[in-house]
């Protein structure tokens, strides 16, 4: 007996569903092996890390809070993505969303009014765009590739956002610590649950998701992109831009990953300080593939990769497994999703030696 | 500037070249097969916290710097099994392995942040090392010369050697060099295995000489700008290396500008440098005048299949 592999005609579009469940199975199967083997209760780490944030108010509204980001920039990068855009920088233009709507509420801090919160956020989705801009630029003006400029402008955003922390915008009343003043109650996102940090913008992510399902879908703009992912010389054929493309979906994918920064420092966070993303931008990546890219599928996978986070912070506190756990474990997830898709595109057959010429 | 500080200048440049210079040539080996791995950095990361921990523990560097190469090597095999077995999407899959990496690499650092090791150890060159002045350019760690005896070992082997005849076809063109009967898929996994130990090295370099400590994420994105030495150095040795003490010198440019206070810069703008260097670099072999006059493998980045 062996095992033969053949390449299947269509790629099975019933594993392209089923394949990311089953990645999120085995990947809580070997991150569980991962706890033991680390001289942790397997039992006890599982339950805190994947089950106990789903118990209660407080897990289940953080799971949106932090899904929100997630799902954002998942979204948006998805359209890259689907493109063949490699917009690998969204964790750069998210931070420089959350300055430049952030500079706006700090700008305005003594005024009040119900304009302001809608300011910040075009800033903040103009902030995004303007840095996903520069690699858009220069992918279509001098055909530089857009991965290796959109992570370096990563670090410069970070570098940026210090800068101004510890410099000019640094709350002159707050003993010296690197951080801004807080934005007043017009500068902040609302709060949907009492006693929980589940905020508006939660709404806006879900709403901006089902809109760009909708684009994605029903639109010719959805379409092109689609089809210059798919072959660009058809789409060339066919008379679609390439640049256009290219233009478009980095430019929504920053805007997108800008607000989803602005989210933060005007949500859960209230003020701008050093470090106001966990990695968002880059785990949006796993979110996008595990969603599939397709908007709605992006939606549970954002959950789950929230889980990661809440669950890695959960586990630190009930049975002290080290917090770095969690991007291993979201480094797994990517990597079995990345393996299992191998089942997609071709079929697993055991086969006698004897009948095994092919 | 005196005659002195140049030197210390140029001694800098070249600890901070180094790990630059190792992970470059390694990853222009496997780009040179006609594979496409993105995960430098989270070998980098991963090698530098495993040297790191062998040498905390046993004291030992020799034995801290194989581990190291090891740890990238075995990283570079997960990569190499998904890419090449399971074909999948080479880019993804360089992505999943620097955010496995870097995770991997804060949970094995967990317990070792802010321990001291000391450095590697200097080997003089004799002779050379005795000479006034540039003398101190000869008495460096072994690091730093097998950076320089790789390239030319690289280049030899890329250009005069059978083996890197084949590997140079595989990355060319997979199916003749298949057809003639060279075992594509094998070839190319060596490489990617060789990839994967010179990022280890380069990040034990970073992590047992340059600034012997572990600090999380403390590569800073010197694997991204590895790779873009790769493209810069149009795929070819010894242009890798000029790349590299290119991006070490305005590293330590940098460092010098902050340290000197000569300029009423803000440290971060001056930290932006390496970064902002490789973009304008990127652009300008892109096109213009200094446009690279070679291109990329034809294979870079394209899965093989073996026809049955």
């Given at each position: 007996m062996r095992i033969l592999v053949e390449p299947r005609r269509q790629p099975s579009r019933r594993l392209w569903t089923l394949t990311p469940i089953l990645a999120l199975v085995l990947t809580m199967a070997?991150?569980?092996?991962?706890?033991?083997?680390?001289?942790?209760?397997?039992?006890?780490?599982?339950?805190?890390?994947?089950?106990?944030?789903?118990?209660?108010?407080?897990?289940?509204?953080?799971?949106?809070?932090?899904?929100?980001?997630?799902?954002?920039?998942?979204?948006?990068?998805?359209?890259?993505?689907?493109?063949?855009?490699?917009?690998?920088?969204?964790?750069?233009?998210?931070?420089?969303?959350?300055?430049?709507?952030?500079?706006?509420?700090?700008?305005?801090?003594?005024?009040?009014?119900p304009w302001i919160l809608p300011l910040m956020a075009l800033a903040g989705i103009g902030g995004g765009m303007a840095w996903a801009?520069?690699?858009?630029?220069?992918?279509?003006?001098?055909?530089?590739?857009?991965?290796?400029?959109s992570?370096?402008?990563?670090?410069?955003?970070?570098?940026?956002?210090?800068?101004?922390v510890y410099g000019p915008w640094r709350d002159p009343d707050g003993m010296n610590f690197p951080q801004s003043r807080l934005f007043n109650d017009d500068e902040t996102l609302g709060i949907l649950v009492d006693g929980t940090r589940l905020h508006t913008g939660t709404l806006v992510a879900l709403v901006l998701a089902l809109a760009v399902w909708v684009v994605m879908t029903r639109s010719l703009l959805g379409f092109r992109i689609r089809t210059v992912g798919a072959s660009a010389a058809a789409a060339r054929y066919a008379g679609f831009g390439n640049d256009r493309v290219i233009w478009f979906t980095l430019l929504a994918s920053g805007g997108l990953a800008g607000l989803a920064g602005l989210f933060e420092v005007a949500g859960p966070?209230?003020?701008?300080?050093?470090?106001?993303?966990?990695?968002?931008?880059?785990?949006?990546?796993?979110?996008?593939?595990?969603?599939?890219?397709?908007p709605l599928g992006i939606v549970p996978a954002a959950l789950v990769v929230a889980l990661s986070y809440i669950g890695g912070e959960n586990a630190q506190v009930l049975v002290g497994l080290p917090k770095a756990v969690t991007g291993v474990?979201?480094?797994?997830?990517?990597?079995?999703?990345?393996?299992?898709?191998?089942?997609?595109?071709?079929?697993?057959?055991?086969?006698?030696?004897?009948?095994?010429?092919? | 500037m005196s005659a002195e500080m140049l030197v210390s200048l140029l001694l800098t440049t070249m600890t901070a070249a180094t790990p630059l210079l190792l992970a470059a040539l390694g990853?222009?080996?496997?780009?040179?097969?006609?594979?496409?791995?993105?995960?430098?950095?989270?070998?980098?990361?991963?090698?530098?916290?495993?040297?790191?921990?062998?040498?905390?523990?046993?004291?030992?560097?020799?034995?801290?710097?194989?581990?190291?190469?090891?740890?990238?090597?075995?990283?570079?095999?997960?990569?190499g099994f998904l890419v090449l077995s399971l074909m999948s999407n080479q880019v993804a899959t360089g992505l999943a392995l620097t955010i496995f990496g870097t995770g991997l690499s804060a949970l094995i650092g967990t317990g070792f942040t802010g321990r001291p090791v000391p450095g590697l150890a200097k080997l003089p060159v004799p002779v050379l090392s005795a000479i006034p002045l540039v003398g101190r350019l000869f008495d460096q760690d072994a690091l730093v010369y097998l950076a320089i005896v790789a390239v030319a070992a690289i280049a030899w082997f890329l250009k005069s050697t059978r083996?890197?005849?084949?590997?140079?076809?595989?990355?060319?063109?997979?199916?003749?060099?298949?057809?003639?009967?060279?075992?594509?898929?094998?070839?190319?996994?060596?490489?990617?295995?060789?990839?994967?130990?010179?990022?280890?090295?380069?990040?034990?370099?970073?992590?047992?000489?340059?600034?012997?400590?572990?600090?999380?994420?403390?590569?800073?994105?010197?694997?991204?700008?590895?790779?873009?030495?790769?493209?810069?150095?149009?795929?070819?040795?010894?242009?890798?290396?000029?790349?590299?003490?290119?991006?070490?010198?305005?590293?330590v440019l940098q460092l010098y500008l902050q340290g000197s206070g000569l300029l009423p810069i803000p440290p971060q703008l001056l930290s932006m440098l390496p970064y902002l260097g490789t973009i304008l670099v990127l652009t300008l072999i892109s096109s213009g005048p200094f446009r690279a006059r070679f291109s990329p493998p034809a294979c870079l980045g394209k899965p093989f299949r073996p026809p049955t």
């Open positions: 070997i991150a569980t092996a991962l706890f033991a083997a680390l001289g942790y209760d397997a039992a006890d780490s599982f339950m805190a890390f994947f089950v106990s944030p789903l118990t209660d108010l407080t897990g289940l509204t953080e799971l949106a809070v932090k899904g929100a980001p997630l799902l954002m920039i998942a979204a948006g990068l998805a359209m890259a993505f689907r493109a063949g855009v490699s917009n690998i920088g969204a964790e750069g233009q998210l931070i420089m969303g959350a300055v430049a709507g952030g500079g706006v509420a700090l700008a305005f801090w003594e005024q009040s009014g801009a520069i690699p858009a630029f220069l992918r279509v003006r001098f055909a530089v590739s857009e991965i290796l400029t992570l370096m402008l990563t670090y410069v955003a970070d570098l940026f956002l210090n800068l101004l966070i209230g003020q701008i300080i050093p470090q106001i993303t966990p990695g968002y931008g880059f785990t949006a990546i796993i979110v996008a593939f595990l969603g599939r890219l397709h474990v979201q480094g797994l997830l990517l990597f079995i999703l990345l393996a299992s898709d191998f089942l997609v595109r071709y079929r697993l057959r055991l086969a006698r030696r004897a009948g095994a010429a092919a | 990853e222009l080996v496997v780009e040179r097969a006609g594979v496409l791995n993105l995960g430098v950095e989270g070998m980098m990361l991963t090698g530098a916290v495993s040297g790191f921990a062998i040498m905390s523990l046993t004291g030992n560097p020799a034995l801290a710097i194989l581990t190291a190469v090891a740890a990238g090597a075995l990283l570079a095999a997960i990569f083996g890197g005849l084949v590997l140079r076809a595989v990355g060319e063109a997979d199916l003749s060099a298949h057809s003639i009967g060279y075992p594509v898929l094998r070839i190319r996994f060596l490489a990617i295995l060789f990839g994967g130990a010179m990022a280890g090295l380069g990040g034990a370099y970073l992590s047992l000489a340059y600034t012997p400590m572990w600090v999380e994420n403390m590569t800073a994105g010197r694997g991204w700008i590895a790779l873009a030495i790769v493209v810069f150095a149009a795929w070819r040795p010894w242009r890798a290396a000029g790349g590299a003490y290119l991006f070490g010198g305005i590293t």
